[in-house]
């Protein structure tokens, strides 16, 4: 098992990635990569990656060096979600510290999986969906493909949990909004 993410500055993290700006990772055929872009910004402020009915979907954040902020992040995110009429129950994953969410949505009940690493200066949260849920060989893929993620924080001062820019490649293809009309 490897033991990533990683940091771009890591001599061990993987190369010939796909590059989104502070998140890349290795393309893989039998994965699909949205962006999930903010209506108003028009910015991207999440990756998701499907793969056989289940998601990944993650957001880099800066962090203070030398500081841990993971623990604060999943007390905020597990308080918010309870006060929204979720059921919240917190775990140990392979990443440390996670939460099992039993989401009320207008269109009924969806669990999820929230957990987070930090590395020098980041924090990658992720969250698995679908089939990530209850399938073995489904979450295992979506765990290393979480592993394999390089995140690069850069040198540009950012405040604790402001989101690290994601950009899409060259080339991408990205559908048309309601803007382009």
């Known amino acids: 098992m490897n033991p990533g993410p990683f940091d771009a500055s890591d001599v061990n993290a993987p190369v010939g990635l796909a590059n989104f700006g502070s998140i890349s990772f290795d393309p893989n055929p039998l994965v699909t990569v949205r962006a999930e872009i903010d209506n108003q910004s028009g910015k991207v402020v999440a990756l998701s990656f499907d ?13 203070p060096k030398n500081t841990q902020i993971l623990t604060e992040v999943i007390k905020d995110i597990s308080e918010n979600l309870i006060a929204q009429g979720s059921k919240v ?40 969906t679908g089939k990530g849920m209850d399938k073995l060989s489904v979450k295992t893929f979506l765990e290393d493909f979480y592993r394999g993620i390089v995140v690069d924080r850069s040198e540009v001062p950012l405040p ?22």
Do not use: H
């Open 160 to 181: 604790p949990r402001e989101l690290l820019p994601l950009t899409l490649p060259e080339g991408a293809i990205v559908p048309r909004s309601n803007f382009d009309r």
């Open 89 to 128: 129950t917190e775990q140990s994953g392979p990443f440390g510290t996670e939460l099992l969410i039993e989401l009320n949505t207008p269109e009924g009940d969806a669990a999820m999986r929230i957990f987070g690493f930090e590395g020098d200066r980041w924090l990658l949260k992720g969250s698995i």
């Open 51 to 63: 793969y056989e009915d289940g998601t990944l979907q993650v957001q880099a954040f800066a962090s």
